[in-house]
């Protein structure tokens, strides 16, 4: 970067910690460049409202810079307020790949429970509107952010978090509906589930593709289909990049259960999660090892695609 790249780079960063201190109100902008929904929250921080606001910058780094500031800023209506408040300082950033790490300072940990969860979505939803930004992780300091259980909240993505049908509201406790895959009673064949679960406050920060891969080990609840999958399997780990959802289970999962196939099991977890709108394929590893066969029949290092024949 030159100096005059420098320079334009350092303005913005001089926004963000002017906003950040002084609480400044976004003034009018022009109506040319890249438009992004930006989310606020709205006075009594219920709900969240976005608003299109136009990127002046061509350059990632510095389109992130500018939501940053955005999200610090009053917005002109007044029904809404700075989705980071004034007391809370932006302490720096970084973007790698598609990541970009946000650290707050610790006046963040003082947010109400709900309040938090609203103004987490909304960071979340607002810089991931920017080009080749896919997820976004926040830190206290530099120290990972917590969630109400104890557990760091991790790398996030916008539809981890759950809108009330026909709004843009992302509240405490929601209702999200998964489309599962589960067994047909002689095992050969998959039908199709619509679930529905309540997320509470504390659940919202789990992603939604390891809801999916828990919800087809916890079974079927109806006497219409059957399992696909040890219930006593775990879960090690679970990754999205590029499209591709990668999970690690324990080695519980080659044990069959009931007389369900290969194909089954591996579609019924293909499929399930192929209804996320940020996945394409599935990729299964035993125990951190991609090597070796599913079953005898399966490549474990093979990269799965949806297969709706197997689907009655």
């Known amino acids: 970067m030159g100096r005059k790249g420098i320079g334009k780079f350092a303005i913005f960063i001089v926004a963000v910690v002017m906003c950040v201190i002084a609480g400044c109100a976004c003034g ?3 109506k040319s460049g890249t438009p992004v929904e930006i989310s606020y929250l709205n006075n009594d921080e219920t709900k969240l409202v976005t608003e299109t606001h136009y990127l002046q910058s061509t350059d990632v780094k510095e389109m992130i ?37 946000v650290s707050l300072s610790e006046k963040y940990r003082e947010l109400a429970r709900t309040t938090e969860v609203l103004t987490r979505a909304a960071i979340v939803r607002s810089l991931t509107a920017v080009p080749e930004v896919n997820y976004v992780m926040l830190t206290i300091n530099g120290e990972p952010l917590i ?23 992302v509240e405490a406790v929601g209702k999200v509906t998964l489309k599962l895959y589960f067994a047909n009673e002689d095992g050969d064949g998959l039908i199709e589930i619509n679930r529905e679960l309540v997320h509470n406050a504390d659940a919202s920060n789990v992603p939604m593709e390891r809801l999916v891969i828990e919800q087809l ?29 990668h999970i690690d289970f324990d080695s519980t999962f080659m044990t069959p259960v009931n007389n369900v196939t290969s194909d089954v099991t591996i579609y019924s977890i293909v499929n399930s999660l192929a209804e996320l709108s940020n996945i394409n394929k599935v990729q299964i590893s035993i125990d951190g090892n991609a090597s070796g066969k599913f079953r005898d029949k399966y490549d474990l290092g093979t990269v799965f695609e949806r297969n709706l024949e197997i689907v009655e």
Do not use: H, W
């Open 147 to 169: 969630d109400g259980s104890g557990a760091p909240v991790g790398v996030m993505t916008a539809d981890m978090f759950v809108d009330n049908a026909g709004t843009q509201q």
């Open 65 to 101: 810079v500018e939501v940053l500031t955005l999200l610090c800023c009053v917005p002109e209506n007044r029904e809404l307020k700075a989705t980071i408040p004034s007391n809370i300082n932006v302490v720096n950033y970084s973007f790698d790949g598609e990541q970009v790490t």
């Open 28 to 30: 009018a902008e022009k």
């Open 217 to 245: 080990i916890s079974g079927p609840a109806n006497g219409e289909s059957y399992p696909t999958i040890n219930p006593a399997t775990k879960i090690l780990g679970v990754t999205v990049r590029d499209g591709v959802c």
